[in-house]
């Protein structure tokens, strides 16, 4: 009945509201360490990325066999993808990561060379 609806309105607008007021929710926790492979000039390239939740935000290091271990500047979250940054010698490593359960995918980029990798979150 009419009656009966106009009751239910306010109990069904506060529903929406609440929904509403409550925002997206928060980011995953990534600390870990992650195990990427990729291609740099040509040789497959084996690389550790470990990072740790702070106060301040994400810091650990990125570890390769051939080209050294690097700290990582920045990680910052945009959409579905984590931007994780480092400083080095030869400027600046991007890595655009995305995360499918324990899968990780991506790219990365480096002083004019660049490209895919795939990997997994060790120790799940």
């Not at 600390?31 to 084996?46: F, L």
């Not at 106060?55 to 931007?83: H, K, Q």
């Amino acid at each position: 009945s009419l009656l009966r609806a106009r009751n239910l309105f306010p109990l069904g607008l506060a529903v929406i509201l609440a929904a509403c007021a409550s925002g997206p929710p928060p980011a995953p926790d990534i600390s870990g360490e992650y195990e990427i492979r990729t291609n740099v000039q040509g040789s497959s390239v084996t690389a550790s990325i470990v990072l740790e939740k702070g106060e301040a935000g994400y810091e650990g290091d990125i570890s390769t066999n051939g080209f050294g271990c690097f700290p990582v500047s920045s990680v910052t979250r945009e959409g579905d993808m984590w931007l994780i940054q480092s400083d080095t010698m030869d400027g600046r490593l991007v890595i655009e990561m995305y995360m499918e359960g324990e899968a990780i995918s991506g790219t990365w980029s480096m002083a004019g060379d660049g490209g895919s990798f795939t990997g997994r979150r060790l120790g799940g």
